[in-house]
């Protein structure tokens, strides 16, 4: 069993940057994949960016990729998304996930689900 919570999240103007962070507990943090996943009103639930169980492999949604880095610290058991150049389109709540297969995140398969965390862009 994983419990995840997320955190971070708030207002923030177009082009400025938020840093989501997700902390784990439970045991094997570090057997487990991770990601964030993220749903705007009236949307589905859509994939932005997942991390392998020791970091050296990521994806992220083509809509991310190149303003949003997720990491990882497997001491501290937490997950985090640094997101940059923030604009009104990533408004939504965004989720933290885990799942030992990575595979099943980028799938929306994951095991474990964080409560989410709302991220407001204002433009």
């Known amino acids: 069993q994983v419990q995840l919570v997320e955190s971070g999240g708030g207002l923030v103007q177009a082009g400025g940057s938020l840093r989501l962070s997700c902390a784990a507990s439970?045991?094997?943090?570090?057997?487990?994949?991770l990601g964030w996943f993220r749903q705007a009103l009236g949307k589905e639930r859509e994939f932005v960016a997942s991390?392998?169980?020791?970091?050296?492999?990521?994806h992220y949604a083509d809509s991310v990729k190149g303003r949003f880095t997720i990491s990882r610290d497997n001491a501290e058991s937490t997950v985090y998304l640094q997101m940059n150049s923030l604009n009104p389109e990533d408004t939504a709540v965004y989720y933290c996930?885990?799942?030992?297969?990575?595979?099943?995140?980028?799938?929306?398969?994951?095991?474990?689900w964080g409560q989410g965390t709302q991220v407001t862009v204002s433009s």
């Open positions: 439970g045991q094997d943090f570090d057997m487990y994949a």
């Open positions: 996930t885990a799942d030992k297969f990575i595979a099943h995140i980028t799938t929306n398969r994951a095991d474990y």
């Open positions: 991390i392998s169980w020791g970091g050296g492999s990521t």
